[in-house]
Structures are given as C-alpha cells and as structure tokens.
T-cell receptor
Framework: ETGVTQSPTHLIKTRGQQVTLRCSSQ?????VSWYQQALGQGPQFIFQ???????GRGNFPPRFSGLQFPNYSSELNVNALELDDSALYLC????????????FGQGTRLTVV | GENVEQHPSTLSVQEGDSAVIKCTYS??????FPWYKQELGKGPQLIID?????GEKKDQRIAVTLNKTAKHFSLHITETQPEDSAVYFC???????????FGPGTSLSVIP
C-alpha cells in the first residue's frame, strides 16, 4: 500500500452535475497530482499542486479545478459533468524537495449517466 | 508534443517464460522512466524506475534498460508467475516531480 487514500471509491453522477473527489497524500509528501484514466487507456495528467498552488496543468478545460490544503490533502472538482468524464480518477503524491517518485492512490471510479 | 508509445498492447506467456515490453518516448528532455503495474480495481503501483544516467537496472526478476540516444526503454520480467498478470505502463518525465506521461499500457497474462 502507498499511503495515498482517495474517497469515494465509486460514485455515479448525472450529466450536468458537479462532483468533488478527495485525496489524502502520503505522510510527508507536499505535492499532489491528479490524473484521469479512461477505460483501457493510460492515465492522463490533469494538474499538479505544490504547497497549495497549481503547478502545471494538462489539456483539460477550466471546469476541472482543484485545491490543496495546508495538510497537503487535495480535492478535484469537476463542474457541468459530461458523459466523457466517466473514468478512473487517480491521485499521486510525492515530495518534490527530495526528488521522490510519485505514488498513486487506488482511484475514484466516476460514472456519469 | 510529449508522447510515449508502448508495445505490445497484449502479451500472453507461459508461466516461467520471460516477458518483454518495449517503449519509445518523444521528449528528449525526459530523464526519469518509471514503470507501473496496475491490477484490476487498483491504482498504478511503481515497480521500478530508471534515470537517464543509467543504462540498465535490475530488481530480482525485473530489469529495465534505457537507450537514451534511440529514446527506447524496455521492461524485462524473467521467470514469470501468474501473479505477474496485470496491465503494465511505461512512463516518462523530465524531473522526478514533473507530470508523468504514460504509455497506453500492456496487458500481460501469465498462463499457469
């Protein structure tokens, strides 16, 4: 186990709704990245947070937003859900200052109907 | 743009045989090359990584090689076991904290 925990593990939402996913990073890690993994594909980078600031963003629209809290936990918010947002959302944490590799949580399976 | 290609997409081997997965990357600034194993219903698990100043790295039954000139890297699993069955992703990143660019994955099946 990596020590990175995500909640909830599964959820179902209706198109047009909003959703918040949560991630607790591994103890001591100050950097959190979020990825979207569609079925049968590799994870795609959404954005990264370092010390509560967004620090890099992939090719995702502004309706994907995030937060990082002082304890380094993080949230991913998605507004105006679309059917194509159905995917496994992964959170990864690392300790940037010490050059550590990223460790992933088990993911949240989001289904948009 | 940044891209990682991976093949084969599926691989089936007999227990005890070796498995090889090959990847190429496009961004010459990439310096870290992690490999992840993803089992059904779980997140990717880091199994080994190699940095650009190293040509080969081994960890028990797993070995990775890197040819930075050709932008190729490979994963070798020897003496495969049924529990090695999973999806394997190669990946590349510029620094250890940069975004991870994943390949499309290889579904490995080890037949007992």
């Amino acid at each position: 186990e990596t020590g990175v925990t995500q909640s909830p593990t599964h959820l179902i939402k209706t198109r047009g709704q909003q959703v918040t996913l949560r991630c607790s990073s591994q103890s001591g890690h100050n950097t959190v990245s979020w990825y979207q993994q569609a079925l049968g594909q590799g994870p795609q980078f959404i954005f990264q947070y370092y010390r509560e600031e967004e620090n890099g963003r992939g090719n995702f629209p502004p309706r994907f937003s995030g937060l990082q809290f002082p304890n380094y936990s993080s949230e991913l918010n998605v507004n105006a859900l679309e059917l194509d947002d159905s995917a496994l959302y992964l959170c990864a944490s690392s300790f940037r200052d010490f050059n550590t590799e990223a460790f992933f949580g088990q993911g949240t399976r989001l289904t948009v109907v | 743009g940044e891209n990682v290609e991976q093949h084969p997409s599926t691989l089936s081997v007999q227990e005890g045989d070796s498995a090889v997965i090959k990847c190429t990357y496009s961004d010459s600034a990439s310096n870290y090359f992690p490999w992840y194993k993803q089992e059904l219903g779980k997140g990717p698990q880091l199994i080994i990584d190699i940095r650009s100043n190293v040509g080969e790295k081994k960890d028990q039954r797993i070995a990775v090689t890197l040819n930075k000139t050709a932008k190729h890297f490979s994963l070798h699993i020897t003496e495969t076991q049924p529990e090695d069955s999973a999806v394997y992703f190669c990946a590349a990143r510029k620094t250890s904290y940069d975004k991870v660019i994943f390949g499309p994955g290889t579904s490995l099946s080890v037949i007992p």
